[in-house]
């Protein structure tokens, strides 16, 4: 494995390490072009940075260790995991305060100034780099590890590879420890080895990183459809004026009911009513007094049911409601009580002046052993409705 490494041109690879980093800094922006998420645009200013760092490092062997070869090359190669951190901190939703955008100012400023004043010191600069660059990936690693939930294989594979580069770096500055406290020990053609392991190494954690936050921008993005999806199906089968389900959502609930009933042989009834005279209403108050009553209507009809009841809005004033296992007998109990509660219940709107009672009558039918058709329930329920109409309103019947 040494020999490998010490095979490999370094200035070969550093020219790569920049060309690689520039292409990835511009498949980050393109992606950043579809998608308008900050966190990517942060790793592709970071991918920039990294590469103009090594360009710079590559310079070193034109025109030697100076200013900008050495302490300048090194500070833009650290933005690398800052601009990381920063790309995981906008992920995340959070901010950095400014104190830790202050302490991260100071160590720029300080690494450079430090840099420029031992820069050719055969072992301090690499120590020091490389402490620095490996605390500094840890961070965003700490940061995904404590903040992103729920942790898939995507995030837990950023984590990790922050944690290999941080501790790849640790050991080379431990390397470079050693040579500098025992110098016959390590020769120059180890310390370009280990730097040629590292930086491939680097380029590898750091290109999988890369490949890593468009696919977990992906699988955000497929969740946000998932969700959207979601809520425009529950926005199909929710009535936008009472907040019930719909007619639309009442036909596949009634279908799943009443096929489970019957198929466990189970009574089943369904509850058909509207409000009587509701047209007066519209033509005396105007409609927005008619939805404040239908609005109003719906709120009660939740309180007056049971807990296994499910009220839906059927069409205009009427309503229906399903009792799952309820027999007819039952059922005209909890008809009876949702026409008590309506018609004792005083209806009102903004103006003070506008307050009155409202009456509704109801059509009962069961699903049982001699009735096992849907349509026929509700033909039987709209029927009883229709009785209970031309008997005098604001009454119960079974059909």
């Known amino acids: 494995m040494t020999n490998i490494l010490l095979s490999v041109d370094l200035k070969t690879l550093i020219l790569l390490t920049v060309l690689n980093f520039l292409i990835n800094g511009i498949f980050l922006l393109f992606v950043f072009g579809i998608r308008h998420r900050s966190f990517i645009q942060w790793l592709a200013y970071g991918c920039f940075l990294f590469a103009l760092g090594w360009l710079f490092f590559l310079y070193r062997f034109v025109n030697g260790i100076n200013l900008i ?11 690398m995991p800052i601009f990381l951190g920063f790309s995981i901190d906008s992920f995340l939703g959070k901010r950095r ?9 100071f160590v720029l400023l300080f690494t450079f100034l430090f840099l420029s004043w031992i820069m ?3 072992w301090i600069p690499g120590m020091y780099t490389s402490i620095i660059n490996g605390i500094f990936y840890s961070i965003p690693g700490i940061y995904m590890l404590k903040f992103a939930t729920p942790k898939n ?13 941080s501790l790849l770096l640790i050991v080379r500055s431990f390397i470079l420890l050693l040579g500098w406290l025992y110098p016959d020990t390590i020769n120059e053609t180890i310390v370009m080895g280990i730097l040629v392991g590292v930086l491939c190494l680097n380029i590898i954690c750091i290109n999988a990183q890369v490949l890593c936050f468009p696919i977990l921008d992906f699988t955000e993005a497929q969740k946000e459809l998932i969700l959207a999806n979601r809520k425009l199906e ?13 007619r639309r959502a ?30 007066l209403i519209n033509d005396k108050f105007g409609h927005l007094v008619g ?9 009660l009809l939740k309180q007056l049911v049971r807990p296994s009841d499910l009220v839906m809005r059927y069409g205009g004033e009427e309503f229906m409601v399903l009792l799952p296992e309820t027999e007819s007998s039952e059922a005209f109990i909890v008809a009876e009580r949702l026409r008590l509660g309506i018609s004792q219940f005083q209806f009102s709107y903004s103006d003070p002046s ?8 109801f059509g009962v039918s069961t699903l049982n052993a001699n009735l096992l058709n849907v349509t026929e329930l509700v033909r039987r329920a709209d029927i009883a409705l229709y009785r209970a109409k031309t008997e005098g309103r604001n009454r119960v019947c079974i059909e």
């Open 354 to 361: 506008v307050a009155f009672q409202v009456t509704a009558s």
């Open 250 to 279: 009442l036909r596949v609930k009634l279908d799943q009911e009443a096929a489970y009933h019957a198929e466990n042989n189970l009574p089943f009834s369904i509850i058909l009513f509207d409000l009587d005279h509701f047209k």
């Open 153 to 165: 294989i995507i995030v837990w594979a950023i984590i990790g590879l922050n944690f290999l580069i």
């Open 97 to 105: 305060s400014k104190i830790i955008l202050g302490v991260i100012a």
């Open 291 to 299: 939805d404040s009553v239908l609005k109003n209507a719906a709120s």
């Open 234 to 246: 529950d926005l199909s089968n929710i009535d936008d004026l009472t907040g019930l389900p719909n």
């Open 120 to 122: 050719h010191d055969k």
């Open 69 to 79: 070869t050495l302490p300048l090359a090194n500070v833009l190669i650290l933005a």
